[in-house]
């Protein structure tokens, strides 16, 4: 595939928010939206890097994103988020959910759910239901959730992993919550299709990229050889944060793009141009798909369709 950013179409008129849109994978994303015309906020829970990123994003477009106040580990933020959103927007385009953590130490979320799969899922799929009614308002509605080739490093997503009731692997817990996050994507796509709905609901990852995860997950410097690795192999083998965003940015712009695909870059998923990848087999299972679907709707307290 020879696709670049000069291939995304005029965007003008559409609305857009991307999560975790200060920096990485977001950032860029964010950048090449708002290059193309498109109405772009960012959503993301320090104000003060907002601020500093609308400012930046500003200056590279001459055009300033919105900006909106989102902690997507923290379910009454996500609401709030969503109720201020829909106050001032009568419709959503495109949702890209985005915003991340990586293999950080055990912790939980406001509401007592595991970091990695409260955040990275549950925060998400809240944010995308509460939005649903502004995307169904859009002519050609679409939502691009992010994974990672690391989802095919787990087999499945019980309920207990929601608060990691059963013990903590800093790494399965990430892998856990990047196959919930192609599971929720299928699920989304078969629940909008059964419904009738034009919503299309895709997956991508960025393969191996610079980002603030690699920072911002296991604690670097010291004696901490996992992290120091980690870091070495980040500087001589990953791909840059704009190159990362590009299954991304095919998979929000690319018209005609299937629902419930999924997309990575060309070269063994870890860098280079984007192209249809295939998630692993835990991630295309209908019931394990839906089994997820009710927990969450049952952790959240909301649903969409």
Known sequence: MSWSTSDI????????????????LGYETALELLKHGAEVTIAARNPEKSEQAAAKLRAATGTEPAVLALDLADLASVQDAAKSFSATQESLDLLVNNAGVMATPYRQTTDGFELQLGTNHLGHFALTARLLPLLQQAKNPRVVTVSSFMHKTVNTVRQADLRAENGYAKWDAYGRSKLANLLFMRELDRRARAAGSSLVSVGS???????????????????????????????????????????????????????????????????????????????????????????????????AF
Not at 9 to 24: F, M, Y
Not at 271 to 298: F, I, N, T, Y
């Open 9 to 24: 179409p005029d965007l003008t008129g559409r609305r857009a928010l991307v999560t975790g849109a200060t920096s990485g």
């Open 205 to 303: 990852h960025p393969g191996y990229a610079r980002t603030h995860l690699q920072s911002s997950g296991p604690q670097l410097g010291g004696a901490n050889l996992e992290a120091r690795l980690l870091a070495i192999g980040t500087n001589l083998v990953a791909q840059s944060a704009a190159a990362g965003a590009w299954p991304s940015l095919y998979a929000a712009t690319t018209p005609g793009v299937p629902s419930g695909s999924y997309y990575g870059p060309s070269f063994f998923e870890f860098r280079g141009k984007p192209k249809l990848v295939h998630p692993s087999k835990a991630a295309q299972d209908p019931e394990l798909a839906q089994h997820l679907w009710a927990w969450s709707v049952e952790a959240t307290g909301v649903n």
